[in-house]
């Protein structure tokens, strides 16, 4: 499966974007996706994920209650939904997909495709 990001952009603190991870490949329902993302100089966190079904999510504490992750299996896209959008929420976000045998999200480990960043921004 091969895998690309996109809506990023530049924000104020307090608003919203929702970034896409496009997927090719006619198995993308088999895959569970998740988000990450690579601050300047840090190391790259998790965000979010969501079970290949779109049954389960689970989400990093700095984000729950502001982020929400979803699926149109029948796009092959999977949506990062931001908002109230933090200074520290800058950075660029990464998806990855990792191949599962039914409807979990499994460890923050085992994503083994990932597409290219895009870049959010948030102002002050």
């Known amino acids: 499966v091969q895998l690309q990001a996109s809506g990023g952009g530049l924000v104020q603190a307090g608003g919203s974007l929702r970034l896409s991870c496009a997927a090719s490949?006619?198995?993308?329902?088999?895959?569970?996706v998740g988000w990450f993302r690579q601050a300047p100089g840090k190391e790259r966190d998790f965000v979010a994920a969501?079970?290949?079904?779109?049954?389960?999510?689970t989400y990093a504490d700095s984000v729950k209650g502001r982020f929400t992750v979803s699926r149109d299996n029948a796009a092959n896209t999977v949506y990062l939904q931001m908002n109230s959008l933090k200074l520290e929420d800058t950075a660029v976000y990464f998806c990855?997909?990792?191949?599962?045998?039914?409807?979990?999200?499994?460890?923050?480990?085992?994503?083994?495709?990932w597409g290219q960043g895009t870049l959010v921004t948030v102002s002050s």
């Open positions: 990855a997909a990792g191949l599962r045998a039914s409807d979990y999200i499994g460890p923050r480990g085992s994503f083994d495709y």
């Open positions: 490949g006619r198995t993308f329902s088999s895959y569970a």
């Open positions: 969501i079970s290949r079904g779109g049954g389960y999510t």
